[in-house]
């Protein structure tokens, strides 16, 4: 049974385990109803659509609008240890929210990781494909697209219309500026000036990368070109002598 606050209609089942959220409600303890689990102090906003096997960690918020599909997790712990003396490591507590704004999506199986100190945000519009991970403390501008198998560092500020590829994989402590676009299985381990179309591991401009890509491909027919030169400068050297 859902244990809610707000006033208002209960939540919506359409019967095949999707659960429409039509006004603002505050979860004063633990719920689970449909497949999914929405924990205390979970703040779901009006008009919110969340799919099965969801789980809502404690002290979450999701503004109106937004759409969570299957199996996502947000509020899961960020990834967070010290090493001991003894070389073992002890967990530091995640305790921090995650906070969703409007009109958002996030896809099946995403997991959105709460921090120790702080929030990780995800700003208004932003679209966000399955098997994405959003690290601890990170933050997503305004209408962000991110596809399939993006994984984000933690504390990365990322900014507003940014578009990433399927599996970008982005370092942590970094800031990606405004309109930064970056193709597929790019690497980026620095931070990223706004407007920039970067490529490849570790991320170059796209124009770079397709030359050096060209060059790439030329490698091995330009390795068997200087050993036939070397020989034949060998030769001449040897007549010479």
Same mark, same amino acid.
């Given at each position: 049974?859902?244990?809610?606050?707000?006033?208002?209609?209960?939540?919506?089942?359409?019967?095949?385990?999707?659960?429409?959220?039509?006004?603002?409600?505050?979860?004063?303890?633990?719920?689970?109803?449909?497949?999914?689990?929405?924990?205390?102090?979970?703040?779901?906003?009006?008009?919110?659509?969340?799919?099965?096997?969801?789980?809502?960690?404690? %002290?979450?918020? $999701?503004? !109106?609008?937004? #759409?969570?599909?299957? +199996?996502?997790? &947000?509020?899961? =712990?960020?990834?967070? @240890?010290?090493?001991?003396?003894?070389?073992?490591?002890?967990?530091?507590?995640?305790?921090?929210?995650?906070?969703?704004?409007?009109?958002?999506?996030?896809?099946?199986?995403?997991?959105?990781?709460?921090?120790?100190?702080?929030?990780?945000?995800?700003?208004?519009?932003?679209?966000?494909?399955?098997?994405?991970?959003?690290?601890?403390?990170?933050?997503?501008? %305004?209408?962000? $697209?991110? !596809?399939?198998? #993006?994984?984000?560092? +933690?504390?990365? &500020?990322?900014? =507003?219309?940014?578009? @990433?590829?399927?599996?970008?994989?982005?370092?942590?402590?970094?800031?990606?500026?405004?309109?930064?676009?970056?193709?597929?299985?790019?690497?980026?381990?620095?931070?990223?000036?706004?407007?920039?179309?970067?490529?490849?591991?570790?991320?170059?401009?796209?124009?770079?990368?397709?030359?050096?890509?060209?060059?790439?491909?030329?490698?091995?027919?330009?390795?068997?070109?200087?050993?036939?030169?070397?020989?034949?400068?060998?030769?001449?050297?040897?007549?010479?002598?």
């Amino acid at each position: 049974m859902l244990s809610v606050t707000g006033g208002g209609r209960a939540p919506r089942s359409s019967g095949s385990g999707v659960v429409e959220f039509t006004t603002l409600r505050r979860f004063e303890a633990l719920a689970t109803t449909h497949a999914l689990m929405i924990a205390a102090d979970a703040v779901i906003g009006p008009d919110c659509v969340v799919h099965s096997h969801v789980s809502i960690r404690e %002290r979450c918020t $999701l503004g !109106a609008r937004v #759409v969570v599909q299957n +199996g996502a997790v &947000i509020g899961s =712990d960020g990834y967070g @240890f010290a090493q001991r003396p003894d070389g073992s490591h002890e967990k530091i507590p995640q305790t921090a929210p995650v906070v969703i704004e409007d009109d958002v999506e996030i896809g099946a199986n995403t997991t959105i990781d709460r921090p120790a100190v702080g929030e990780t945000r995800i700003k208004t519009g932003t679209k966000i494909d399955n098997l994405v991970q959003i690290a601890h403390g990170v933050v997503l501008g %305004r209408h962000v $697209l991110l !596809a399939a198998q #993006v994984g984000i560092a +933690g504390s990365t &500020i990322v900014g =507003d219309h940014v578009t @990433f590829g399927g599996q970008v994989g982005v370092g942590g402590h970094l800031t990606i500026g405004d309109r930064v676009k970056a193709v597929g299985q790019t690497g980026i381990t620095n931070s990223v000036a706004a407007d920039q179309f970067v490529s490849g591991y570790p991320a170059i401009p796209n124009n770079e990368w397709r030359r050096s890509s060209v060059v790439f491909r030329k490698l091995p027919e330009m390795r068997r070109q200087l050993k036939h030169l070397e020989a034949r400068l060998k030769k001449i050297e040897e007549t010479d002598d």
